[in-house]
């Protein structure tokens, strides 16, 4: 009885954990075991290629544990550096509105209260890059 009971949450947790995995787009080569890490493109002074482009959501992780997934990444797939950003999306916003109408003699009473809620999703995203043949 206890296998029945913890296939769904092992089910829920594997989901949990492809969905919180970085994604890659891009050109693979050999690992690479040192990638440099820039925060600005500007700041590469050696020639190079973009080979890809990896992102990842910042969920239970700390920001710092998620940057070191996307590094990785950059490793299995033979980068030399990678140029990281962050961004914040909102992926959804609801509202809800709730009234009370009161009505008298010569009163007529309205009160009304708007909520809106806004769901933010911040992503820390990696642009891989290959150094030039000197």
């Known amino acids: 009885m206890k296998k029945t009971q913890s296939f ?15 994604s890659y787009l891009g050109k693979t ?7 440099d890490i820039y925060m600005d ?12 482009n ?7 992780k700390s920001t710092e544990r998620t940057q070191q997934d996307l590094i990785e990444v950059a490793k299995a797939k033979g980068a ?7 961004s914040e999306e909102v992926t ?3 509202a809800s509105t709730s ?6 003699k010569k009163q007529n009473e309205h009160n009304s209260t708007t909520t809106t809620s806004t769901s933010k999703t911040k992503k820390i995203k990696g642009v891989l890059i290959k ?3 000197s």
């Open 8 to 22: 769904p949450l092992l089910a829920a947790a594997m989901l949990f954990i492809v969905a919180c995995a970085p």
């Open 29 to 35: 080569y050999a690992p690479t075991q040192n990638v």
């Open 41 to 52: 493109q500007a700041d590469i002074k050696k020639p190079y290629t973009i080979m890809g």
């Open 54 to 60: 990896t992102e990842t959501e910042v969920m239970l």
């Open 80 to 86: 030399d550096g990678i140029i990281l950003s962050s």
């Open 92 to 94: 959804s916003t609801s």
């Open 99 to 104: 009234g009370t109408e009161k009505k008298g």
């Open 131 to 133: 150094y030039n043949a």
